[in-house]
């Protein structure tokens, strides 16, 4: 490839550039050198990957962060000629090899090659076969569901990818479902939606640190989607995007002066156990409170809200939260996403509100 693509550059800037093309993790991530102080990998080393196999720690650290389709794209791009060149040095390998597919059979057989140096084993294709219906059953039977589960993104550690694609005006799903403990059943708790790549990676992939991480993933989307489906039905004036609005358009110059301590709020949430939480919410409480309060009663005055209805709907929502055994960061957390879905408002904003009805004794009862 180099002799055909390389411009004229030395073995190991050819191999970075490569690299750069096909994995999203930079070389400090690479996460092969015995001197973790020497960042980047001396060209002695790079040489010597050219002529054996990738380290597997190399390939593991970059298997699931593969953008083959980067690469695909680049050979794609140059002259016929070059092209047909290398398809024809390649052909020794696969005879099907041509100047238009190459760029696809190159990437094929880099992400195959990084698979394997990471110590995954490709399925066999009857496997293969089963367990393309396997999956396709699943689909039909739970996508859906997981789809929404998982809010639309790859929910693989370090992934994140959109699940669906754009072909012109037209979004379609793309996703695949897959066990998170391959040693157990089809049953809901244990599937999940993946991107594709992920999927067919981790179908290969026996590693157990990885499949406890995608379990803790799976069940943070699941106790997430369980407080969505529980606050469905619980109203919320709509009036909050006002009051948001109002909050907005906060100036310093408004806040100054206005500042409150928020003693109370030691008495809801205990700094030792949720500090994170504690922080944020004393925060907006000592700066935002008692502006919020302003904007309340003036527009409750004027019929854009009903502050008792609000204040009744925010008790009610945490009641709710609180009675099915959710944490305090959980309880938190689940009422700004609510009010960011009543109101379409950044959570920023949403989680200066709701610190305001902690404060105002709404949310959270006192700890005894
Ligand atoms: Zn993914």
Same mark, same amino acid.
């Given at each position: 490839?180099?002799?055909?693509?390389?411009?004229?550059?030395?073995?190991?800037?050819?191999?970075?550039?490569?690299?750069?093309?096909?994995?999203?993790?930079?070389?400090?991530?690479?996460?092969?050198?015995?001197?973790?102080?020497?960042?980047?990998?001396?060209?002695?080393?790079?040489?010597?990957?050219?002529?054996?196999?990738?380290?597997?720690?190399?390939?593991?650290?970059?298997?699931?962060?593969?953008?083959?389709?980067?690469?695909?794209?680049?050979?794609?791009?140059?002259?016929?000629?070059?092209?047909?060149?290398?398809?024809?040095?390649? +052909?020794?390998? =696969?005879?099907?090899?041509?100047?238009?597919?190459?760029?696809?059979?190159?990437?094929?057989?880099?992400?195959?090659?990084?698979?394997?140096?990471?110590?995954?084993?490709?399925? =066999?294709?009857?496997?293969? $076969? $089963?367990?393309? $219906?396997?999956?396709?059953?699943?689909?039909?039977?739970?996508?859906?569901?997981?789809?929404?589960?998982?809010?639309?993104?790859?929910?693989?550690?370090?992934?994140?990818? +959109?699940?669906?694609?754009?072909?012109?005006?037209?979004?379609?799903?793309?996703?695949?479902?897959?066990?998170?403990?391959?040693?157990?059943?089809?049953?809901?708790?244990?599937?999940?939606?993946?991107?594709?790549?992920?999927?067919?990676?981790?179908?290969?992939?026996?590693?157990?640190?990885?499949?406890?991480?995608?379990?803790?993933?799976?069940?943070?989307?699941?106790?997430?989607?369980?407080?969505?489906?529980?606050? =469905?039905?619980?109203?919320?004036?709509?009036?909050?995007?006002?009051?948001?609005?109002?909050?907005?358009?906060?100036? +310093?110059?408004?806040?100054?002066?206005?500042?409150?301590?928020?003693?109370?709020?030691? +008495?809801?949430?205990?700094?030792?156990?949720?500090?994170?939480?504690?922080?944020?919410?004393?925060?907006?409480?000592?700066?935002?409170?008692?502006?919020?309060?302003?904007?309340?009663?003036?527009?409750?005055?004027?019929?854009?809200?009903?502050?008792?209805?609000?204040? =009744?709907?925010?008790?009610?929502?945490?009641?709710?939260?609180?009675?099915?055994?959710?944490?305090?960061?959980?309880?938190?957390?689940?009422?700004?996403?609510?009010?960011?879905?009543?109101?379409?408002?950044?959570?920023?904003?949403? $989680?200066?509100?709701?610190?305001?009805?902690?404060?105002?004794?709404?949310?959270?009862?006192?700890?005894?």
């Amino acid at each position: 490839m180099k002799n055909r693509l390389g411009d004229g550059d030395d073995v190991p800037y050819f191999f970075r550039e490569l690299m750069a093309m096909i994995t999203t993790v930079t070389e400090e991530e690479w996460g092969t050198s015995k001197d973790p102080s020497a960042k980047k990998l001396s060209d002695n080393t790079i040489r010597s990957y050219t002529k054996r196999t990738l380290p597997k720690k190399l390939s593991q650290a970059i298997v699931y962060r593969l953008t083959p389709e980067v690469i695909t794209e680049r050979i794609d791009k140059r002259p016929y000629d070059t092209r047909k060149i290398l398809a024809e040095d390649l +052909q020794v390998y =696969d005879s099907a090899i041509n100047a238009d597919n190459v760029g696809q059979k190159i990437s094929d057989y880099l992400v195959e090659i990084i698979q394997k140096s990471a110590g995954m084993l490709p399925l =066999d294709s009857l496997k293969q $076969q $089963q367990q393309e $219906q396997r999956e396709l059953h699943l689909k039909s039977q739970y996508g859906d569901y997981l789809l929404q589960e998982a809010s639309g993104y790859c929910p693989f550690p370090g992934c994140g990818k +959109q699940l669906h694609v754009y072909v012109g005006a037209k979004v379609s799903p793309l996703f695949s479902v897959s066990k998170v403990d391959k040693a157990k059943g089809d049953e809901i708790d244990n599937l999940i939606a993946l991107c594709p790549r992920c999927y067919s990676t981790y179908l290969m992939d026996d590693n157990k640190k990885l499949c406890k991480e995608l379990k803790a993933a799976k069940n943070t989307l699941a106790v997430h989607h369980r407080s969505v489906q529980l606050l =469905d039905d619980m109203a919320l004036e709509k009036g909050i995007i006002g009051v948001i609005g109002k909050i907005k358009d906060l100036k +310093q110059q408004d806040i100054i002066g206005a500042s409150l301590d928020p003693k109370e709020i030691k +008495q809801k949430l205990d700094p030792n156990a949720d500090m994170a939480i504690y922080g944020v919410v004393n925060y907006y409480v000592s700066t935002y409170f008692l502006k919020v309060k302003e904007i309340m009663i003036n527009l409750d005055k004027r019929g854009v809200i009903d502050y008792e209805d609000i204040q =009744d709907q925010m008790k009610a929502i945490y009641r709710k939260l609180k009675k099915a055994n959710k944490s305090r960061i959980e309880i938190f957390y689940e009422i700004v996403e609510k009010i960011h879905k009543v109101s379409l408002q950044e959570d920023i904003y949403c $989680q200066i509100v709701v610190s305001y009805f902690i404060q105002s004794c709404e949310v959270f009862d006192a700890i005894t």
